[in-house]
C-alpha cells in the first residue's frame, strides 16, 4: 500500500476508534520524511473545546515532540476535510501537504461538512454572517505594543 493511502487509513482507523469511545468520526495524523510523529483525535465533545479538532491536536502533539511550533516538512493525512480553522492552523505551522479522505460533499448527508464555512469565510467582512471589525486602539500610557515585541525579540 502507498504510503499515501497508508497514513490515510490510520486517519480513519484513529476516526473510528474515536467514534467507539463516543468522540466524533475525524483522526488526523502527522508525518515528517516518512515517519509518524504524532496522532490525533476530534475531542470536542469529551474537552468542550471547540478549537479540539484532530488536526490541531495532532498538531499540538507533533510541536511538542519535535520541540517547535515549526513543523515545516510535516505533511498531514486526516480523516475528513480539514474545516478552515484547521487548515489556517497547518499554515501557520508551516504544513507543507494535507491529504484527506472523506471530502466535504461525503460529511453533508451526516452534518459533517463544513462548506458553508468556507464559502463564507470567502466574502468580504461585511458580508459575512460574523460581526467583524477593525477598532484601531492604543494604550496611550504604553509604548506601541508591536514595537515593544519586536525590542524584545531582538534583545534590545
Known amino acids: 500500500m502507498k504510503d499515501e493511502s497508508r497514513f490515510l487509513c490510520m486517519a480513519i482507523e484513529l476516526a473510528h476508534a474515536n467514534v467507539e469511545n463516543g468522540g466524533r468520526p475525524f483522526g488526523a495524523v502527522v508525518v515528517k520524511d516518512g515517519e509518524v510523529v504524532a496522532t490525533g483525535v476530534n475531542e470536542i465533545l469529551s474537552t468542550n473545546d471547540p478549537t479540539a479538532h484532530a488536526e490541531l491536536m495532532a498538531i499540538r502533539s507533533a510541536s511538542q515532540k519535535l520541540g517547535s511550533a515549526n513543523l515545516e516538512g510535516c505533511s498531514v493525512y486526516a480523516s475528513g476535510h480539514p474545516c478552515p480553522m484547521c487548515m489556517a492552523a497547518m499554515r501557520l505551522a508551516g504544513i507543507g501537504k494535507v491529504v484527506y479522505a ?29 460581526e467583524i471589525s477593525h477598532v484601531p486602539v492604543r494604550l496611550p500610557s504604553r509604548p506601541d505594543l508591536y514595537e515593544t515585541w519586536k525590542r524584545r525579540r531582538e534583545g534590545q
Do not use: V
Open 102 to 130: 472523506y471530502s466535504n460533499a461525503d460529511g453533508a448527508p451526516f452534518g459533517l461538512s463544513t462548506e458553508a464555512i468556507y464559502a463564507d469565510l470567502a466574502k468580504p467582512f461585511a458580508e459575512q454572517s460574523m
